[in-house]
């Protein structure tokens, strides 16, 4: 495959990161791996419904400790309606890591069930659990994933007012050893999302759309935005299509 044909596929891998995406689909689930080799260390990007089924597939119990990160691109159902489960089943298999949960500053969806989690089991809850908020420009790094934010326009149905605003949603870049990946989470067209994906060495990114919506409130991506923007990277894989539509 050459780079500027549409990537449409589910794993990408060099020498140090292999990067498995078990499931996306726009509407549903969203769940992005990012897998050093080195340290046997994961970061998730987004974590939709199924996502502990898909992760127990792929990985068994290593998920309980080996998850060293998880980056919420947006508080969309189909990009953190999976958290809940994973973080009970974290807690009832014993994790003894922190966990550290990156978020764009203002997600209330992410906020709650991390804060319902610390406080009501307070008791029991065998692992430190934190939630960071980030905004464009910020980072946060762990010893194996370093992380930096970049803003991106994400239009939602929260917005019942005329005003084209948009809700709290980043897209990542991560280094893990010499890798630059990019993911740019739900978006629509942006100068941000060019910068935050350009010559990374593999960019994750939303195809919603076959083609350009008639609309001016652009929520996502079509798939020719989304090769363009992927084309700036040495490589890219498109994800986050509408299911019976691909
Ligand atoms: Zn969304």
Same mark, same amino acid.
């Given at each position: 495959?050459?780079?500027?044909?549409? +990537?449409?596929?589910?794993?990408?891998?060099?020498?140090?990161?292999?990067?498995? !995406?078990?499931?996306?689909?726009?509407?549903?689930?969203?769940?992005?791996?990012?897998?050093?080799?080195? #340290?046997?260390?994961? %970061?998730l990007? @987004?974590?939709?419904?199924?996502?502990?089924?898909?992760?127990? @597939?792929?990985?068994?119990?290593?998920?309980?400790?080996?998850?060293?990160?998880?980056?919420?691109?947006?508080?969309h159902?189909?990009?953190?309606?999976?958290?809940?489960?994973?973080?009970?089943? %974290?807690? %009832?298999?014993?994790?003894?890591?922190?966990?550290?949960?990156?978020?764009?500053?203002?997600?209330? /969806?992410v906020?709650? !069930?991390?804060?319902?989690?610390?406080?009501?089991?307070?008791?029991?809850?065998p692992? @430190?659990?934190?939630f960071?908020?980030?905004?464009?420009g910020?980072?946060?790094?762990? @010893? $194996?994933?370093?992380t930096?934010? $970049?803003?991106?326009?994400?239009y939602?149905?929260?917005?019942?007012? /005329?005003?084209?605003?948009?809700?709290p +949603?980043?897209?990542?870049?991560?280094?893990?050893?010499?890798?630059?990946?990019?993911?740019?989470?739900?978006?629509?067209?942006?100068?941000?999302l060019?910068?935050?994906?350009?010559?990374?060495?593999? +960019?994750?990114?939303? +195809? #919603?759309?076959?083609?350009?919506?008639e609309?001016?409130?652009?929520?996502?991506?079509?798939?020719?935005?989304?090769?363009?923007?992927?084309?700036?990277?040495?490589?890219?894989?498109? !994800?986050h299509?509408?299911?019976?539509?691909?």
């Open positions: 495959m050459t780079k500027n044909e549409p +990537a449409i596929k589910s794993e990408w891998e060099n020498d140090e990161v292999k990067v498995i !995406i078990p499931y996306s689909a726009a509407g549903i689930s969203n769940t992005v791996v990012l897998y050093s080799k080195f #340290t046997g260390k994961m %970061m990007l @987004d974590v939709g419904d199924g996502s502990t089924r898909d992760l127990l @597939d792929l990985y068994g119990d290593k998920i309980v400790n080996e998850v060293d990160v998880i980056a919420i691109s947006h508080g159902f189909d990009h953190m309606g999976g958290l809940y489960t994973l973080l009970g089943y %974290m807690r %009832m298999m014993g994790r003894s890591l922190p966990l550290n949960i990156l978020i764009p500053k203002g997600c209330k /969806e906020e709650e !069930i991390v804060s319902f989690f610390r406080s009501n089991y307070r008791e029991s809850l692992f @430190d659990l934190w960071h908020e980030l905004f464009d910020s980072g946060f790094d762990t @010893d $194996f994933f370093k930096r934010a $970049f803003e991106v326009k994400h939602g149905l929260e917005n019942v007012t /005329e005003d084209d605003i948009f809700m +949603a980043l897209g990542y870049r991560i280094r893990i050893g010499q890798t630059i990946v990019a993911y740019s989470g739900d978006t629509r067209y942006c100068e941000s060019e910068t935050g994906v350009r010559d990374a060495d593999i +960019a994750i990114i939303e +195809a #919603t759309h076959d083609e350009l919506p609309t001016s409130r652009r929520v996502h991506l079509c798939r020719d935005e989304a090769i363009k923007a992927g084309s700036l990277a040495k490589d890219y894989i498109l !994800i299509g509408i299911p019976g539509y691909q």
